[in-house]
């Protein structure tokens, strides 16, 4: 698999660059991409688990929220 490219903008000089990302850069842009995966699954996970409470309890998010405030 091909690395992604990185686009650099020399504003001064209006030079544009495309390049491959090094190594360092690929693996810092890999383990970005695994945290936002688990990040979101974490979100998700945590979205199913209130619904399901709040079926539970046979309630809506509204009436959730007045009991919060």
């Given at each position: 698999m091909a690395k992604p490219m990185i686009?650099?903008?020399n504003t001064a000089t209006?030079?544009?660059i495309d390049r491959e990302m090094t190594d360092a850069e690929f693996a810092a842009y890999e383990a970005d991409q695994a945290a936002n995966a688990a990040s979101k699954a974490e979100a998700e996970a945590k979205a199913t688990a209130k619904a399901a409470l709040l079926a539970q309890l046979g309630i809506?998010?509204?009436q959730a929220k007045l009991l919060l405030s």
């Open positions: 686009r650099i903008h209006d030079e544009v809506t998010a509204e």
